[in-house]
């Protein structure tokens, strides 16, 4: 299969580039403010964050969820509206305006990130595509890794891996956490291939799935830390971090 690099960030400044990347989590269903990413950099490394003193993002529909995560894309119809991305919740509408982005939104190709996951129990972090959802069936998502803080080990970690149909009635769901021998809680590469015909999936070089699917349309990145309602809060588990090494995206070139 034939790919060439188009696009790295290596997070190497002081700042992120905001040509690059959005960082407010599906504002559309909230506000800039409260879906507002936290983050720093340290060693050419980004580590997103849950800090203690961090808001739910959107407490009516996701109840205490709180969320770091970056996009490189945002899609959103008028105030009001029910139309955007990702809509999770049927009752959802458009609670704050927004522009209209395609900072990077690939139509096929390999995508991969280097990152160390979090190992609290009540964290969750993911690197995820989603369709850029200009029309409404445009909104599958391909879940490159999904990963429990519960789920990892020294031994061996849970990895989510796979797509989502939500409204595309052309995708059928096919979704697995892969018991595989890594520690999650170390720097590792998870990658998909998007091509016309399939998806497939690899971790540390290794093909792990193959989906015989494929969305045909742009999508965009999703890279983000959720720490999930319920359980204890221990202030002294603060910050909790999801750290990127990189992000590459390489042109399917046929």
Known sequence: MAFELEWEERFEGTALDESRWLPHHLPQWSSRERASARYR???G????MIEADQEPWCREFDGETRVSSLQTGCFAGPLGSPLGQHRFNPDLVVRE???????????YGRFEVRARACRDENVLVAFWMIGFEDEPERSAEIC??????????PERSGIGIGVHPFADPRIEDDFERLSLPLDAGEFHV???EWTPDRVSFIVEDELVK??????????????????????WRDPASYPKEFVVDYVRSYRWTG
């Open 190 to 192: 998870y990658a998909s």
């Open 144 to 153: 490159i890794c999904e990963i429990f803080g519960r789920d990892i080990s």
């Open 210 to 231: 193959t989906v015989e699917q494929s969305p045909a349309y742009p999508m965009q990145f999703m890279l983000g830390i959720y720490e999930l309602a319920g359980g």
């Open 41 to 43: 950099f340290d060693g």
């Open 45 to 48: 490394r980004l580590h997103l």
């Open 97 to 107: 305006e927004q522009l209209l982005l395609r900072l990077h939104t690939p139509l």
